[in-house]
């Protein structure tokens, strides 16, 4: 079974760039780069402790104040899945940049990898690839859908645009079929996913996220 990656992803309306949640003496501080990397860190500081829902609200609002960049534009070639630290430095990402940070982000806070599916999705009304996060409350519960082209989180069944193909997580890929899904095996199956959690993994040694 071949699977393909997204390398076009829809993109939001641009809007102007935004520094989130620093007093404004501490903005003047900072480079637009390193004040969302601080922004993040407080974040996950902030939201350990809260509902699993208010951390979904505030991961999915955070992100989403992010500019949509195409991949080919933003790194130069024609497919490169960012690190969260990557995105915020640079102030943009496709839609695997936003599904992936927001994933690693609420792992960060907590939320387990077995409730969270990064989601390959067939936009209709797009008519093109796209990824989303999909977060499962239970195990065969309707998922909750963090997307960036929208603001709200919906659930998979008030999202009749979207079109499952297949999810991963840390630990498994899955087909998806029409009622339920198909266990295909391990993640290490996709390279990009593959490289990306190193490359995470290598700047959390570098700079530690909060704890």
Sequence with gaps: MVLLFVNGCG????????AVGLEPDRQLELEPGQQRIADWHALIREKRHVSEMEKLESVNSF???LEFVDDLAHWGRKDYWSTPQEMLASNGGDCEDFAT???FTLLQL???DD?????????????????VLSYYPEPNADPLILDSLIKR????????DLIPVYSFNGKGLWLAKKQNSERLGGAE????????????SREAVASPLPE
Excluded: C, G
Excluded at 11 to 18: D, G, H, L, M, N
Excluded at 116 to 130: F, G, S
Excluded at 153 to 160: N, T, V
Excluded at 189 to 200: A, I, N
């Design 11 to 18: 993109a939001r309306k641009k809007t102007s760039e935004v």
């Design 115 to 131: 409730n969270m599916r990064l989601t390959y999705v067939k936009a209709l009304q797009l008519k093109q690839p796209h990824m």
């Design 189 to 200: 199956r996709l390279s990009l996913w593959q490289d990306l959690q190193t490359r995470f």
């Design 63 to 65: 992100f989403n104040q």
């Design 101 to 103: 940070a927001k994933y």
């Design 110 to 112: 907590d939320v387990p």
């Design 153 to 160: 989180i919906l659930s998979a069944s008030e999202r009749p």
